[in-house]
T-cell receptor, first 112, second 115 residues
Framework: KQEVTQIPAALSVPEGENLVLNCSFTDSAIYNLQWFRQDPGKGLTSLLLIQSSQREQTSGRLNASLDKSSGRSTLYIAASQPGDSATYLCAVRTGGSYIPTFGRGTSLIVHP | ETGVTQSPTHLIKTRGQQVTLRCSSQSGHNTVSWYQQALGQGPQFIFQYYREEENGRGNFPPRFSGLQFPNYSSELNVNALELDDSALYLC??????????????FGPGTRLLVL
């Protein structure tokens, strides 16, 4: 059974810092890994999707990397802004079932 | 704007009642998935529908059922509601071609409270 862990659970940083959020998974036979952002009480917004054959994806100030062999992905946020404050979730789709498994998320606060 | 809409936004029910939640997929998408997200947790996969047929199910009892319609809108039905069913229910649509798993686009969710 796939298990997804996100570290840290919560993070509070001053504006302008570069951040690294971590996601680890136990079964490396994945189809893809997706990073989402969730604002309080809202749905999820897709940030980046990495297919199993890819090593990284970039969008603006966001960069996500994938290392299947070690069961890890990182989301790098450059020059953080208060508007980046949200919960960041990673979801892994595992081979055979396509059922995604989510981590519990990292709650990020960026203060001015 | 993702194009995925859900109704209602909030709902209060009592134990033992039945509830139907609705989702309208993004235009052109053929797949819809439903998730349950308890407070402070990540979303838990309930099931997925592809072209009106269920093609994947998570660890949820049969009282959780669904439908996908020809226009790719969808319903989630929950019978015999329990207190633990209180959660945010999310639907997500995507265009699945079978070759590559595509990005899922989520709706804003329906928050269900069971008293």
């Amino acid at each position: 059974k796939q298990e997804v862990t996100q570290i840290p659970a919560a993070l509070s940083v001053p504006e302008g810092e570069n951040l690294v959020l971590n996601c680890s998974f136990t079964d490396s036979a994945i189809y893809n890994l997706q990073w989402f952002r969730q604002d309080p009480g809202k749905g999820l917004t897709s940030l980046l999707l990495i297919q199993s054959s890819q090593r990284e994806q970039t969008s603006g100030r966001l960069n996500a990397s994938l290392d299947k062999s070690s069961g890890r992905s990182t989301l790098y946020i450059a020059a953080s802004q208060p508007g980046d404050s949200a919960t960041y979730l990673c979801a892994v789709r595992t081979g055979g079932s396509y059922i995604p498994t989510f981590g519990r998320g990292t709650s990020l606060i960026v203060h001015p | 704007e993702t194009g995925v809409t859900q109704s209602p936004t909030h709902l209060i029910k009592t134990r033992g009642q039945q509830v139907t939640l609705r989702c309208s997929s993004q235009s052109g998408h053929n797949t819809v998935s439903w998730y349950q997200q308890a407070l402070g947790q990540g979303p838990q996969f309930i099931f997925q529908y592809y072209r009106e047929e269920e093609n994947g199910r998570g660890n949820f009892p049969p009282r959780f059922s669904g439908l996908q319609f020809p226009n790719y809108s969808s319903e989630l039905n929950v019978n015999a509601l329990e207190l633990d069913d209180s959660a945010l229910y999310l639907c997500a649509s995507s265009l699945e071609t079978g070759a590559v798993q595509e990005t899922q686009y989520f709706g804003p969710g329906t928050r269900l409270l069971v008293l």
